[in-house]
């Protein structure tokens, strides 16, 4: 993570360890590997060395947009799941539908990155952005969830890089105009 501008692109410690993220398509992240939107367009399971009874969050951000050169818009969540029992993601809140990688033509390889935190304690929000809802993806900080949530450094992490395939669009297209 630290070779790929992770750290301090989006953090400042590096993970404690490498979370597992498998997706349906049977790929697996591997800390770097290039991946393409179609095998990754749908939600994969993560799994990480948890402490049982403790609660994680799980971010998957898109610190590259609209490119690496010119990261105006970093970081965009793709994914977002808080009060994590263990390593189980799938009872966990989502705060934030799963949306696969979808690097516009023409903007190259963007770092797609899986962090993982442990909470202090259970976290009370309503928020919840749907898959179809771009707005709201735009501009987030994973350094301002570890501030407000006091989360440390991330226990663990993984990221694939991808750009433009065939897929793309059909991402493009599920998101809603914003402001309807």
Known sequence: MDTAGIIPDIIDVKPAA??????PSGVE?????????????????VTWDADAGSLYTLLMVDPDAPTRAD?????ILHWAVIN???DKVADGQVLAEYVGSGA?????LHRYVFLVFKQNEKIVTDKFISKTTREPRINVKTRDYVAKYNFGAPVAGNFFEAQYDEYV????AQFQKDGQ
């Open 169 to 172: 669009p059909q991402l493009h």
């Open 84 to 86: 994590i029992p263990g």
């Open 29 to 45: 992240v591997d800390l770097g590997k290039e991946l393409t939107p179609t095998q990754v367009k749908d939600q994969p399971t």
């Open 104 to 108: 516009p033509q023409g903007t190259g």
């Open 71 to 75: 990261p105006k818009y970093r970081e």
């Open 18 to 23: 490498k979370a597992t993220v498998k997706y």
